[in-house]
């Protein structure tokens, strides 16, 4: 029996997912000591206003948001698992978001896939436990593709509201969101005989977007510094690719066994077969293909002139790879689907 065929209603479905990820992610929270980059978060956020944003600026490296968000959170406590909380609360809402967007997307087998994904991802759960912003880059991510969504869909005043809010948020989560309009630029140009009137509009609302960031970059543009903090990132090769793949699906724990390549070659199987299969909405796979690969090969192309590669910096493409996935597992059938499962769950034992 399929599982969208089980009766069950949908929110004790998208619950079950919800109490699953927010367990994950808040179990045993505080057990480990505050490593370098969180103490640096929380030492910004504990800094009176003025010398906080002095530091961000001279710093550069990241835009405010999540600083100006933590601070709200050590009022309440400042303990590592209370500095900790902002990402478990944003990786627990991602894998939700997850659900609906695979939902109106694929269907509600492969949104529940997705979610489950998602929900036991070992590079998600990793960040949405740590005291930086990447939980929040890739929820914000993932709300800005979702919007994008609605309003090429039908356009109204409440989605194009939504659609400045989330974009212009993410954007002053992390530079690495700016990707999130570039694939969005790809879907239009990709149809743009049938969409070229929907481009006015989303160029204007785009522009909104960005106002608040670029009071940032004006911000940044008149400090005396003129570089950021990046220096210690190394050169970038092909292997990189791969290698965020790995990161996406099995998660890299070095050295790689012989099995978490078996494993990743399935996951990479089902996201081919994921292209394949068919999706509720045809349109948004070549949405979500984009969406999960043309970052990282981006990314991988400006590195080769300035490095700036790192697999965090482009988890806001981890859900796109993930759905894929979903889409590709939903379409075998349900004996299949429960071998890979079996087989997953061994693996990761083993």
């Not at 601070?71 to 991602?94: D, H, N, P």
């Not at 695979?102 to 590079?123: D, E, F, K």
Request: with cysteine; proline share 5%.
């Amino acid at each position: 029996m399929r599982l969208n065929r089980l009766e069950v209603p949908e929110p004790v479905l998208v619950a079950v997912l919800a109490v699953a990820a927010f367990t994950i992610r808040a179990w045993d929270l505080g057990a480990q000591s505050l490593w370098f980059d969180e103490t640096y978060s929380v030492f910004l956020a504990r800094l009176p206003l003025a010398e906080a944003w002095a530091a961000l600026l001279a710093d550069g490296v990241h835009p405010p948001l999540y600083y100006a968000l933590l601070r709200g959170v050590i009022g309440l406590g400042q303990s590592e698992a209370a500095v900790r909380a902002l990402s478990v609360l944003a990786g627990t809402l991602s894998v939700v978001l997850v659900y609906a967007i695979g939902r109106a997307w694929i269907g509600r087998t492969a949104a529940a896939l997705a979610g489950l994904l998602l929900c036991v991802s070992p590079l998600h759960v990793w960040y949405s436990r740590d005291a930086r912003m990447y939980a929040l880059l890739m929820l914000l991510s993932l709300a800005a593709i979702g919007t994008y969504a609605l309003l090429l869909r039908r356009p109204t005043s409440a989605r194009s509201t939504l659609f400045v809010l989330a974009h212009g948020l993410a954007y002053l989560t992390h530079y690495f969101a700016l990707m999130v309009p570039l694939v969005e630029a790809i879907d239009i140009l990709a149809r743009f005989s049938r969409r070229y009137r929907f481009l006015r509009r989303w160029t204007a609302l785009q522009a909104l977007a960005a106002l608040p960031f670029l009071g940032w970059v004006v911000a940044l543009a008149g400090r005396d510094a003129q570089i950021f903090g990046i220096g210690w990132v190394p050169p970038s090769a092909p292997a990189d690719l791969l290698l965020t793949l790995v990161n996406f699906t099995v998660g890299v724990l070095p050295p790689m066994s012989v099995y978490l390549w078996i494993a990743f070659a399935a996951f990479l199987l089902l996201a081919l077969q994921g292209l394949r299969a068919r999706w509720e909405d045809p349109e948004a796979k070549f949405l979500v293909a984009v969406w999960a690969f043309g970052p990282p090969v981006l990314t991988f192309l400006l590195s080769l002139r300035r490095p700036v590669y790192i697999d965090r910096f482009l988890i806001g493409s981890l859900p796109a790879v993930l759905l894929l996935v979903a889409a590709g597992l939903a379409s075998l059938r349900r004996g299949w689907r429960m071998l890979f499962a079996f087989v997953m769950a061994a693996i990761l034992v083993v």
